[in-house]
């Protein structure tokens, strides 16, 4: 786990690869345990360590994820990621170049719980979300591209599903097309920066994940972002 935020209301970690945010059926341990223990040994807390799950991220992704130390801090996060305060901006590797160098996706996506798997239309099904989101190509290799991807709706599996329904699965992502898995399991989308104003102190929280590791395609995209 690496700590890259915190304060007496919030805790920001980056999350690796094959972390679940909170527990689920598999009952393997989750990052908020995890979270929760880092700060019980670093404060020598004696009781009960509260922490609050403010948002998720599909176990397959890395990036920052936010926690609540505080009640308040909590309560005040869950109405501004309800409200769409918070803005989040993701990275994504796909083989194909998308149709547009940028461009707003508007579909409406239906999941199917069984599958664990979401499904995108152009036009309103039956028990299908409105979902929004917006990407600009930020680099090319040789075989990959990479994309910045804004999120205005938060649905299930929605840019993996999204840039699928354009051609554009993730490195990675067999669910959702990708012709192979990654070596770790995970798939090549990272929520790269957070940014908001701090529920309490009102002061403006603006986070950056560390480079993704395990992956030469990372550092040599991001090389080529900064050149341009």
Not at 50 to 66: M, N
Not at 113 to 129: D, I, Q, T, Y
Not at 133 to 154: K, N, P, Q, W
Request: net charge positive; with cysteine.
């Amino acid at each position: 786990m690496e700590v890259v935020y915190e304060d007496n209301h919030l805790i920001i970690v980056n999350k690796a690869v094959g972390e679940i945010v909170q527990g689920d059926k598999t009952g393997d341990s989750p990052l908020s345990d995890t979270v929760k223990q880092w700060i019980k040994e670093k404060y020598a807390k004696p009781g009960n360590v509260f922490l609050g799950v403010t948002h998720r991220l599909d176990r397959p992704v890395a990036g920052l994820v936010v926690f609540a130390k505080t009640g308040k801090a909590l309560s005040r996060l869950n109405n501004m990621f309800r409200d769409g305060e918070v803005q989040k901006v993701y990275r994504a590797i796909v083989r194909q170049r998308p149709p547009q160098e940028a461009d707003t996706l508007v579909h409406y996506i239906r999941r199917n719980e069984k599958l664990n798997k979401s499904f995108a239309s152009l036009h309103e099904v039956p028990n299908s979300k409105k979902a929004s989101l917006s990407y600009r190509l930020i680099a090319s290799s040789d075989t990959y591209h990479l994309l910045e991807i804004a999120l205005h709706t938060g649905r299930h599996h929605q840019i993996r599903c999204q840039l699928a329904a354009i051609g554009c699965p993730i490195k990675g992502d067999l669910k959702y097309g990708f012709g192979r898995s990654n070596p770790d399991g995970g798939i090549s989308l990272v929520a790269h920066r957070i940014r908001f104003t701090h529920p309490v102190s009102g002061q403006l929280i603006d986070i950056t994940a560390p480079l993704p590791k395990g992956d030469k395609l990372w550092p040599i995209l991001i090389s080529a972002v900064s050149e341009k």
